[in-house]
Structure formats: structure tokens, C-alpha cells
């Protein structure tokens, strides 16, 4: 490897020591309702971020908090050694996909059928810790 392909190498890996991130698949939640939610927390500090997810009436909030939490346990278990108050853990990018889609029949007048699609969405979630960029 090359120096200058090894020095960029040890830059991302810096770069990423910053930053923990996690994932929830095939969440039983139409992507759009789950888009609701994500943009409410989108740029928060995590503190924040949870306690909107926690008070929040939607459905979905539920499944996002659980995830919120898993991000910050991941962002721990990277950075054992420094606080999470002192780190300024804040969202940094939230990411609603569309998942796999249950396809099923309903039936209908006059012999016909009408198709249910019971959607499904991956989120993906960044946490990002620079204390002194982030004001919210």
C-alpha cells in the first residue's frame, strides 16, 4: 500500500471514530409514517432526540427510540473512554428506505380482488459527535 493510500486510510478511520451508526431492517412501518418521525429528530442532540421520540404519540417513535439507543450503545462501546455528555452526541443523518412489501388479496365485488401492499422500510441512523458545530 501506498503512503499516501495508508495516510488517507488512517484519516477515515479517524473520521469514523466520530461517528457510530446503526440499523433497523424490515421495520413493519409504511415508510412514509416512519419519514414523520425521523424528521422531527433529524439534527437534534440525542437527549433531545429521545425525549421527543419517548413523548411522542406515533407509533413509529417507539421503534426509533429503540434504535436512537442502539446507536449510542454502539458510539460506547467504540469510544470507551470518553463521556457521552462531554462527546455532544447528535443526530446526524437519518435515513428512511423502503423495505420488502407483503403482497395480499382482498376480495371485492363481482368476483374481483383488490391487492393489499403492507409496506416495510429500513432506517438507518448516524450519530456524530462534534460538540462545538452543533447548536441546537
Do not use: Y
Not at 412501518?29 to 433531545?48: F, I, Y
Amino acid at each position: 500500500m501506498g503512503v499516501r493510500k495508508r495516510e488517507r486510510a488512517e484519516q477515515i478511520k479517524e473520521a469514523n471514530k466520530q461517528v457510530a451508526f446503526a440499523k433497523l431492517n424490515n421495520c413493519p412501518t409504511s415508510p412514509r409514517k416512519m419519514r414523520l418521525v425521523a424528521d422531527l429528530v433529524r439534527g437534534q442532540k440525542v437527549e433531545k432526540a429521545l425525549n421527543i421520540l419517548k413523548f411522542s404519540s406515533k407509533h413509529a417513535s417507539r421503534s426509533l427510540e429503540k434504535l436512537v439507543l442502539s446507536a449510542i450503545a454502539n458510539w460506547q462501546a467504540k469510544n470507551v473512554e470518553e463521556n457521552m455528555e462531554e462527546a455532544g452526541l447528535f443526530v446526524k443523518e437519518i435515513r428512511v428506505d423502503g423495505g420488502m412489501m407483503l403482497k395480499r388479496l382482498r376480495p371485492a365485488p363481482q368476483g374481483r380482488a383488490h391487492r393489499i401492499r403492507k409496506r416495510s422500510n429500513h432506517v438507518t441512523i448516524v450519530l456524530g459527535s462534534n460538540n462545538n458545530t452543533q447548536s441546537n
